[in-house]
């Protein structure tokens, strides 16, 4: 593996800002364009990550009108990022624990756990998740 190779995982939060202008979308573009560097970066997420962006977007279409349809597209395009999609039935023990520990939601606790067993950090949007772990770095913040 090359020195030079980025690797981590990334939370919903980060990855929805690549389709959603909200804060951080410039910081998200930047980060998901290491995936079409020499070499590519290599994004880890949950497989709760599509879910949870699909639950964002529809959000989006009932509180603000937003077509399903691009919604639609938006999800087609996410599947088509280089992400690495690893089970959360092999994260779900540890993120119970690590949720219990750190008081976060099961579900930031799969990302966190997963970085941690990968020893990469946790790149999230999520300021609050970013403090509650060591290795995780918060998108504002990423360089």
Same mark, same amino acid.
């Given at each position: 593996?090359?020195?030079?190779?980025?690797?981590?995982?990334?939370?919903?939060?980060?990855?929805?800002?690549?389709?959603?202008?909200?804060?951080?979308?410039?910081?998200?573009?930047?980060?998901?364009?290491?995936?079409?560097?020499?070499?590519?970066?290599?994004?880890?997420?949950?497989?709760?990550?599509?879910?949870?962006?699909?639950?964002?977007?529809?959000?989006? &279409?009932? %509180?603000?009108?937003?077509? =399903?349809?691009?919604?639609?597209?938006? +999800? @087609?395009?996410?599947?088509?990022? $280089?992400?690495?999609?690893?089970?959360?039935?092999?994260?779900?023990?540890?993120?119970?624990?690590?949720?219990?520990?750190?008081?976060?939601?099961?579900?930031?606790?799969?990302?966190?756990?997963? &970085?941690? %067993?990968?020893?990469?950090? =946790?790149?999230?949007?999520?300021?609050? +998740? @970013?403090?509650?772990?060591?290795? $995780?770095?918060?998108?504002?913040?990423?360089?």
């Amino acid at each position: 593996m090359s020195e030079n190779l980025f690797r981590s995982v990334v939370d919903a939060s980060a990855g929805i800002k690549l389709f959603l202008e909200e804060p951080l979308s410039v910081q998200a573009h930047a980060l998901f364009a290491k995936l079409t560097e020499d070499p590519p970066a290599e994004f880890y997420v949950p497989d709760l990550f599509y879910i949870e962006c699909a639950n964002i977007f529809l959000k989006y &279409a009932r %509180r603000y009108g937003r077509a =399903l349809d691009d919604s639609q597209t938006d +999800l @087609a395009n996410m599947k088509k990022l $280089a992400l690495k999609p690893v089970s959360t039935a092999d994260l779900m023990e540890d993120a119970l624990s690590l949720a219990s520990q750190k008081n976060l939601t099961a579900y930031d606790a799969c990302y966190a756990v997963l &970085a941690q %067993r990968l020893n990469i950090p =946790l790149i999230t949007a999520d300021e609050p +998740l @970013a403090k509650a772990v060591e290795w $995780a770095i918060w998108l504002g913040d990423f360089k």
